[in-house]
């Protein structure tokens, strides 16, 4: 998890969200906060930038002179670059954080360098974390400023050296044209969102096109597979059909472990604030 000076979700109700990450204050939307009153309002007017809809896909942050084009927060010993982007976005998901700390306990149960390929990789916070523990990474994301980003994040946490490939692709191109290749891996991380674009405007729609990638992730894997995780944001999944659809995939036999439930954040006050679902396989070791 984020430690405390680094992240903290101070605040939320009425459809926002109060979060610090390192030493600045973001107030943003967010529709798991609707329906709920905010706690602690004499916190809010501390905000260093509000984000503001305009519309149903727009919206612009107002922000105070105090803030910086762009600022870092650590995870771990890995540095991660933040903005304030169009969408209202960061650069970071905090709640992938305990699905980061998962990846590490995976990567540290073996002595053997594991392969790991990491979909829909946006800024790179698996990647990096897959990396630090000296796994070789494959990080593949449609959007040439995410990997960008990626690598900034790589380069400003020390890890120049560690073995990762970038890769600019639909995430499903490259996943068949790796098996194509006979390349294999250990291990599949993956965050899609419900609708999405390759480079060259390929269409992925999380509802039609997931159970194809999962079946190419289980064939990368076929060979020797430790870990796979999934998570998504997309409305009206549940756990258990991401559960199940894992399940189809492996089939039965496969001889693993499943972990599945929302993800959240908690706050200052001790709430939990709903961000996605998230499902975890892991490979059943002798004795565990
Ligand atoms: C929800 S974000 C991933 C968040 C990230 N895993 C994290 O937790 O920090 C989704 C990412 O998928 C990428 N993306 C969208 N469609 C894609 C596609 N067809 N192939 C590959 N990447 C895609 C976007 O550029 C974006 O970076």
Same mark, same amino acid.
């Given at each position: 998890?984020?430690?405390?000076?680094?992240?903290?979700?101070?605040?939320?109700?009425?459809?926002?969200?109060?979060?610090?990450?390192?030493?600045?204050?973001?107030?943003?939307?967010?529709?798991?906060?609707?329906?709920?009153?905010?706690?602690?309002?004499?916190?809010?007017?501390?905000?260093?930038?509000?984000?503001?809809?305009?519309?149903?896909?727009?919206?612009?942050?107002?922000?105070?002179?105090?803030?910086? #084009?762009?600022?870092?927060?650590?995870?771990?010993?890995?540095?991660?670059?933040?903005?304030?982007?169009?969408?209202?976005?960061?650069?970071?998901?905090?709640?992938?954080?305990?699905?980061?700390?998962?990846?590490?306990?995976?990567?540290?149960?073996?002595?053997?360098?594991?392969?790991?390929?990491?979909?829909?990789?946006?800024?790179?916070?698996?990647?990096?974390?897959?990396?630090?523990?000296?796994?070789?990474?494959?990080?593949?994301?449609?959007?040439?400023?995410?990997?960008?980003?990626?690598?900034?994040?790589?380069?400003?946490?020390? #890890?120049?050296?560690?073995?990762?490939?970038?890769?600019?692709?639909?995430?499903?191109?490259?996943?068949?044209?790796?098996?194509?290749?006979?390349?294999?891996?250990?291990?599949?991380?993956?965050?899609?969102?419900?609708?999405?674009?390759?480079?060259?405007?390929?269409?992925?729609?999380?509802? !039609?096109?997931?159970?194809?990638?999962?079946?190419?992730?289980? !064939?990368?894997?076929?060979?020797?597979?430790?870990?796979?995780?999934?998570?998504?944001?997309?409305?009206?999944?549940?756990?258990?059909?991401?559960?199940?659809?894992?399940?189809?995939?492996?089939?039965?036999?496969?001889?693993?472990?499943?972990?599945?439930?929302?993800?959240?954040?908690?706050?200052?006050?001790?709430?939990?604030?709903?961000?996605?679902?998230?499902?975890?396989?892991?490979?059943?070791?002798?004795?565990?």
């Amino acid at each position: 998890m984020f430690a405390k000076e680094q992240y903290q979700l101070l605040d939320f109700g009425d459809g926002r969200r109060l979060e610090r990450f390192g030493e600045f204050i973001l107030d943003r939307p967010s529709v798991a906060a609707e329906g709920v009153p905010k706690q602690q309002a004499e916190l809010w007017s501390s905000a260093h930038a509000i984000y503001v809809r305009r519309g149903a896909n727009e919206g612009a942050w107002q922000s105070t002179n105090q803030m910086p #084009l762009s600022w870092k927060i650590q995870h771990e010993n890995c540095d991660l670059e933040l903005k304030l982007t169009d969408f209202g976005h960061v650069g970071v998901f905090p709640e992938q954080s305990g699905n980061w700390d998962w990846m590490t306990r995976q990567l540290k149960s073996t002595d053997e360098t594991l392969k790991v390929l990491n979909l829909f990789a946006y800024t790179g916070g698996a990647t990096l974390t897959g990396a630090a523990h000296g796994a070789e990474v494959v990080h593949v994301d449609s959007a040439q400023n995410s990997v960008l980003w990626a690598r900034r994040n790589t380069e400003s946490s020390g #890890l120049t050296d560690a073995s990762i490939r970038w890769i600019t692709e639909d995430s499903r191109k490259f996943a068949t044209r790796e098996l194509k290749r006979g390349n294999k891996y250990h291990g599949v991380v993956m965050d899609p969102p419900s609708y999405g674009h390759g480079p060259k405007g390929e269409v992925w729609k999380i509802q !039609q096109d997931l159970d194809e990638l999962l079946d190419l992730c289980m !064939q990368l894997t076929a060979h020797d597979r430790r870990f796979i995780l999934i998570s998504c944001h997309t409305t009206g999944y549940l756990p258990h059909d991401l559960e199940q659809k894992l399940r189809m995939a492996l089939g039965s036999g496969h001889g693993g472990t499943f972990e599945s439930g929302g993800l959240a954040i908690r706050s200052a006050d001790g709430r939990q604030l709903p961000c996605g679902i998230a499902v975890r396989w892991t490979k059943k070791i002798d004795g565990t």
